[in-house]
């Protein structure tokens, strides 16, 4: 498996709440992605990042922000946690632009009440 | 990105090949058609892709049409752990970064 961790695996917050998700990699790839999956509309890409202080937005980004101060962290931040972002949460990596093999974490569930 | 359907479920006895399509009329020169996979609770994981060779790998094979407009995904001896949804995804290499998953094909590996 490529060295891909989420933290944490699981968490409930309340409505209103600030949340951080982490995504760490041991692969020195530069892209990571935030998707979330859910029932009936697959995964969605949130925001993605092409290096160090680089990101960018995808189809689902309102409500959330990333950050990547280093390549081997990637940070999504739901500033105030609302019940329509309950959600499982993918982190991924690639290699670089051209390669689409993208590697996936375990994934975080997250549950806003 | 070329739009992607599959069937949305399929059996498949254990030991047998699984053969799941998908259709990609749509297809332009340039995309390539890859495939991932989805065990229950866990990330996608990718598979194989391929651009209009069949292509094989120590996980499966992948048969494109000649016109590129469908192709195959071939598990040669399906086991009770391939039971999983199959993503079939069509894209550039040279366009935006995120992929396009649908809902993909439900296989159930039958003992």
């Known amino acids: 498996d490529a060295g891909i961790t989420q933290s944490p695996r699981h968490k409930v917050t309340e409505t209103g709440t600030p949340v951080t998700l982490r995504c760490h990699q041991t692969?020195?790839?530069?892209?990571m992605y935030w998707y979330r999956q859910d029932p009936g509309h697959g995964l969605r890409l949130i925001h993605y990042?092409?290096?160090?202080?680089?990101?960018d937005k995808g189809e689902v980004s309102d409500g959330y922000s990333v950050s990547r101060s280093k390549t081997e962290d990637f940070l999504l931040t739901l500033e105030s946690a609302t019940s329509s972002q309950t959600s499982v949460y993918f982190c991924?990596?690639?290699?670089?632009?051209?390669?689409?093999?993208?590697?996936f974490g375990p994934g975080t569930r997250l549950t806003v009440l | 990105d070329a739009k992607t359907t599959q069937p949305t479920s399929m059996d498949c006895a254990e030991g047998r090949a699984a053969n799941l399509p998908c259709n990609h009329s749509t297809i332009s020169g340039n995309e390539y058609v890859y495939w991932y996979r989805q065990i229950h609770s866990q990330g996608p994981q990718y598979i194989i892709h391929?651009?209009?060779n069949n292509e094989t790998n120590e996980m499966a094979s992948l048969i494109i049409t000649e016109d590129r407009k469908s192709s195959t995904l071939i598990l040669p001896h399906a086991t009770l752990r391939d039971t999983a949804v199959y993503y079939c995804i069509v894209r550039d290499n040279f366009g935006n970064e995120k992929l396009t998953f649908g809902t993909g094909t439900r296989l159930t590996i039958i003992p």
């Open positions: 391929g651009l209009k």
């Open positions: 991924a990596i690639s290699l670089d632009r051209g390669y689409n093999e993208q590697f």
């Open positions: 990042s092409y290096g160090v202080k680089d990101t």
């Open positions: 692969e020195n790839h530069r892209y």
